[in-house]
T-cell receptor, first 117, second 114 residues
């Protein structure tokens, strides 16, 4: 089945130790998103790729970086995780066209729960 | 600042009743609206989307949109205990040359009591 796959499902890292979360998709969608969701809060958009164009949210800390080497894969790098970065990280994809009424139906992966010790 | 507001709940309804979830949004230019269901510890799951004023029905779910009032709602008929979850309202905002991005409300926790 076509889907959005996130790995790993659970990640434990140490304070300050870099960590990379991965997302892959078989939907051939051109847009990929990374969200951070803390307990009992709404998903918060960190950044998104529109094709190869990277779009960072203004309030996303510099500690968070992303890479999209090809259409199918996108990575979230946290350079120096702090205790406040413990959260669920959600990857989503959508097929979006700038020229048309954007439906922007986003499909989410299962998420990666990050713990910082 | 683009905002999406929901009552956080919890909303408690008896099994078989109608659950009504509400959402308001700030950007009058928004054109796409979504309801996601999120079980505890899981990722959001799309259950309904609506683009036009009026009602859209899908099984036990009905989404209602009133763009003049900047209001979108979700009705769940014949509520079941398995519907107990947090329901996230999301609104698509178009950003010039960046495509669309969703702004989520904080979610309404629904509890369906047997």
């Amino acid at each position: 089945d076509a889907m959005v796959i996130q790995n790993p499902r659970y990640q434990v890292t140490q304070f300050g130790k870099p960590v990379t979360l991965s997302c892959s998709q078989t939907l051939n969608h051109n847009v990929m998103y990374w969200y951070q969701q803390k307990s009992s809060q709404a998903p918060k958009l960190l950044f998104h790729y529109y094709d190869k164009d990277f779009n960072n949210e203004a309030d996303t800390p510099d500690n968070f970086q992303s890479r999209r080497p090809n259409t199918s894969f996108c990575f979230l790098d946290i350079r120096s995780p702090g205790l406040g970065d413990a959260a669920m990280y959600l990857c989503a994809t959508s097929r979006d066209k700038r020229q048309t009424l954007a439906k922007n139906i986003q499909y989410f992966g299962a998420g990666t729960r990050l713990s910082v010790l | 600042q683009k905002e999406v507001e929901q009552n956080s709940g919890p909303l408690s309804v008896p099994e078989g009743a109608i659950a009504s979830l509400n959402c308001t949004y700030s950007d009058r230019g928004s054109q796409s609206f979504f309801w996601y269901r999120q079980y505890s510890g899981k990722s959001p799951e799309l259950i309904m989307f609506i683009y036009s004023n009026g009602d859209k029905e899908d099984g036990r779910f009905t989404a209602q949109l009133n763009k003049a009032s900047q209001y979108v709602s979700l009705l769940i008929r014949d509520s079941q205990p398995s519907d107990s979850a947090t329901y996230l309202c999301a609104v698509n905002f178009m950003i010039y040359n960046q495509g669309g991005k969703l702004i989520f409300g904080q979610g309404t926790e629904l509890s369906v009591k047997p």
